[in-house]
């Protein structure tokens, strides 16, 4: 099953390294990661996703609380939680697909920031699911000259929070 864990850790050299390697030796796979800091400078959200049953995330989410640099970890997935991910594509577009391409962008609620036809980038934010379907069909309409996917982001529905007051 697919998880996505959230992260707070001490926003210092090395912290980044010591989560990404606890995964490498220990063989777990990090399908997409995501690093920035929050509203407190001195800590950084991560955010990323691992598949696994439940009693190997569950290991994995022990294990991160060990580290040091780890403030709080949650694993999002197993509670209501928004999910994003951001798609920048580029495509080059003959003019007689161009119509129908941006139908399927207005359709999906995108938006096209380039809209030259040799190098058209259209920016998409939705669910992985939605993305990867929106990227299929895209596709469909020229020839696609790069993705760029960010993987996954999300937050707690509702008054429940990933933050270093409820660590307390």
Excluded: W
């Excluded at 920016?123 to 895209?138: D, G, I, K, P």
């Amino acid at each position: 099953m697919r998880h996505i864990i959230a992260i707070l850790l001490q926003n210092e050299a090395g912290a980044l390294g010591r989560v990404a390697g606890l995964f490498s030796t220990r063989g777990y796979n990090i399908e997409s990661l995501s690093v920035a800091p929050t509203d407190t400078p001195t800590v950084s959200r991560l955010t990323l996703v691992t598949t696994g049953n439940d009693a190997v995330v569950a290991q994995i989410v022990s294990q991160l609380r060990k580290l040091v640099d780890v403030v709080l970890v949650e694993d999002l997935t197993r509670g209501d939680h928004f999910e994003r991910e951001l798609l920048l594509l580029k495509l080059k577009v003959s003019a007689s697909q161009l119509e129908a391409l941006t139908a399927v962008v207005t359709e999906a609620a995108g938006r096209i920031l380039s809209g030259a036809l040799a190098n058209f980038v259209i920016e998409l934010t939705s669910s992985e699911a939605q993305v990867s379907r929106f990227l299929a069909q895209a596709s469909q309409f020229g020839e696609v000259l790069e993705v760029v996917r960010s993987g996954a982001l999300g937050i707690r529905h509702g008054t429940a929070t990933v933050s270093r007051v409820s660590a307390a």
